[in-house]
C-alpha cells in the first residue's frame, strides 16, 4: 500500500507541496500564456490606432476627409465591435480558444492591412466597421480564458500586464509612425500612412499565426498548448485550483442561455458595465492625444509623435504599481475610483491652465489614472459574476459590450473646431471619471451586502464560504 505524504518522516507538509505544485504551474502560464496574449493585444491595439498617428500624415487628404469624417471613421469601428461582442463570446464556451482568437487575430490584421488600399471615406467606414467586427472575440474572449487559469488573487495583475499591452501599444505607436513616416513615405508611390497600415497588419497576422500552437485550451481540455506544456497532475491541478477559488454561489446548469439570462439579470453586470463605459468614455482622448501634443507647437511631426510615448510609458509602469497593490490587499473599487480622482485632477488641470508644461503634466495623470483603472475593473467584473462559465463569458461580452458606448460616442467629443485644448471633451471626461468613482462606491456597497448574504448561509455549518472581492 502507498503512504501518503504527509505520514513520510522528512517529507514536507502536504500544504507546503501543494503549493510548491501551484507556483510551478503558474509559472509555467506565466511564461508562455501570458507574453502570448500580451503580444496579441498589443499588436491589437496597433492596429486599431494606427488611425490617430496616420492623421498627421496625408490621411485626411489623401481620403478627402472633411468635417467629423474622421471621427466617424473612429466610431464605426465600435459599432462592429459591439455587435460581435456578444454572439462571440456565448461560442467561446463552445470552441477552442486557442483556435477561435488566433484566427480572428489573423482576420483583423488583414482588414487592418487593407486599410492601405482605401481611397476614399465611403472606403474607410466599410474596413473600419469589418475591423471592429474582426477585432470583437479578442479581448473579451482572452479574458475569460485568464479568468479559466488563475485564481481571483493572480488575476488582477495578470489583467493589469495584458492591459500594459494596450497602453504600450500606444506608445510604441508614435514612435513607429516617426520612423516609418520619416523612411517610407513616398517609396514605391505609397504614402506614409499606407506603409504604416501595411506593416503593422504583417505583423500581427505573424502572430496570430503563433498563437495557434502557444495559446491553450481551457484546463479541462485535451487540446491545445496545455497538452505539451502541462503534464496530466498539473491539469488536474489547475481545474481544483479554479473550482476551489470560485465564490460559493455556484450552479451547475451549463446552458449557455441560461448563462446569458443569469447574466443579463443580474443587476451587479450593469454595474460594472456602467463603470466601463464611464471608463471608456474618459478615455476618448485616446484617438486624439496626438493631435493634442501637435497643438503644443514642440517642433517637427516627428518629435510631437515621440512626445506622444512618455505619458503612455509612465501609465504602463503605474498600471502594473496599482496592479500589484490590488491583488495585494484584495481590493478592487479603491483601486478603481482613487486612480479616476487622479484623471479627474489631470483633466482639470489641463481645462484650467495655458502653460504647455503644465497640460503636457496634466497628460500624465489622466493618462496614468484612466489605463491604471481600467484594467482593474475587468478583474474586478470577472470573479463577481461568475455562477457558472456560462455566465462569466456572458457578462464579461454584456460588461465589455456596454463600454464600448463610452468609445462610440466619446469621439464626438473632440470637435475638429475646438482643436487642439479640446475644452469641452476635456470637461466630459472629468463628469465621467466622476461617474466612474460613484459607480465603485456603489458597486463596493452591493458587494458588500451580499458577502453578508453569503456569510448568513453558511452559518453553522461549520463552512467558511469564498467571499466577493470588493
Request: with cysteine; hydrophobic share 50%; proline share 4%.
Amino acid at each position: 500500500m502507498a503512504v501518503a505524504k504527509e505520514d513520510m518522516p522528512g517529507s514536507p507538509p502536504i500544504g507546503v507541496t501543494s503549493l510548491a505544485r501551484e507556483r510551478k504551474l503558474v509559472r509555467k502560464l506565466d511564461a508562455t500564456l501570458m507574453p502570448m496574449v500580451w503580444l496579441l493585444y498589443l499588436v491589437n491595439y496597433l492596429d486599431r490606432n494606427n488611425i490617430a498617428q496616420a492623421k498627421l500624415d496625408t490621411f485626411e487628404k489623401d481620403l478627402g476627409l472633411i468635417g467629423d469624417n474622421f471621427n466617424i471613421a473612429v466610431s464605426i469601428l465600435n459599432v462592429g465591435y459591439m455587435l460581435m461582442q456578444l454572439p462571440s463570446n456565448m461560442i467561446l464556451t463552445r470552441v477552442r480558444p486557442s483556435l477561435w482568437i488566433s484566427v480572428w487575430v489573423c482576420t483583423w490584421s488583414c482588414i487592418s492591412a487593407s486599410t492601405a488600399a482605401t481611397h476614399n471615406f465611403s472606403g474607410l467606414i466599410a474596413v473600419r466597421f469589418m475591423l471592429g467586427i474582426a477585432e470583437a472575440p479578442f479581448f473579451p474572449g482572452v479574458y475569460y480564458l485568464l479568468s479559466c487559469w488563475y485564481t481571483k488573487k493572480e488575476l488582477a495583475l495578470r489583467i493589469a500586464v495584458l492591459y500594459s499591452g494596450l497602453v504600450l501599444a500606444t506608445a510604441f505607436s508614435g514612435l513607429l509612425a516617426a520612423g516609418i513616416f520619416s523612411g517610407l513615405s513616398g517609396v514605391h508611390g505609397l504614402a506614409g500612412w499606407r506603409w504604416l497600415f501595411l506593416i503593422e497588419g504583417g505583423a500581427s497576422f505573424a502572430f496570430g499565426l503563433a498563437g495557434l500552437f502557444i495559446l491553450p485550451d481551457f484546463p479541462a481540455s485535451n487540446t491545445g498548448a496545455a497538452t505539451w506544456l502541462l503534464s496530466e497532475e498539473e491539469r488536474q491541478l489547475a481545474i481544483d485550483r479554479i473550482a476551489c477559488d470560485q465564490v460559493s454561489n455556484q450552479e451547475s446548469n451549463n446552458s449557455v442561455w441560461y448563462g446569458l439570462k443569469l447574466a443579463a439579470l443580474d443587476f451587479r453586470v450593469w454595474v460594472f458595465a456602467f463603470i466601463l463605459c464611464a471608463n471608456h468614455t474618459a478615455y476618448g482622448f485616446n484617438n486624439f492625444f496626438p493631435t493634442i501634443v501637435n497643438g503644443f507647437n514642440l517642433g517637427s511631426r516627428t518629435v510631437t509623435l515621440l512626445c506622444t510615448a512618455p505619458p503612455y510609458l509612465v501609465g504602463a509602469i503605474i498600471s502594473f504599481l496599482v496592479a500589484y497593490s490590488s491583488d495585494k490587499v484584495g481590493e478592487r473599487g479603491y483601486h478603481i475610483s482613487i486612480p479616476m480622482g487622479v484623471a479627474a485632477i489631470g483633466f482639470i488641470i489641463n481645462v484650467s491652465v495655458s502653460n504647455v508644461p503644465a497640460q503636457y503634466f496634466s497628460s500624465f495623470l489622466y493618462i496614468s489614472g484612466c489605463f491604471s483603472a481600467n484594467s482593474i475593473v475587468y478583474s474586478w467584473a470577472a470573479t463577481s459574476v461568475s455562477q457558472t462559465p456560462e455566465k462569466r463569458a456572458c457578462a464579461g461580452a454584456i460588461i465589455n459590450l456596454m463600454g464600448q458606448l463610452g468609445n462610440i460616442w466619446s469621439p464626438y467629443f473632440f470637435s475638429s473646431q475646438d482643436a487642439p485644448r479640446y475644452i469641452k471633451a476635456m470637461i466630459l471626461m472629468i463628469g465621467f471619471s466622476i461617474a466612474s468613482m460613484l459607480g465603485c462606491f456603489l458597486m463596493k456597497w452591493v458587494l458588500t451586502r451580499d458577502n453578508k448574504r453569503l456569510l448568513k448561509e453558511f452559518e453553522g455549518s461549520g463552512r467558511t464560504p469564498n467571499l466577493l472581492t470588493l
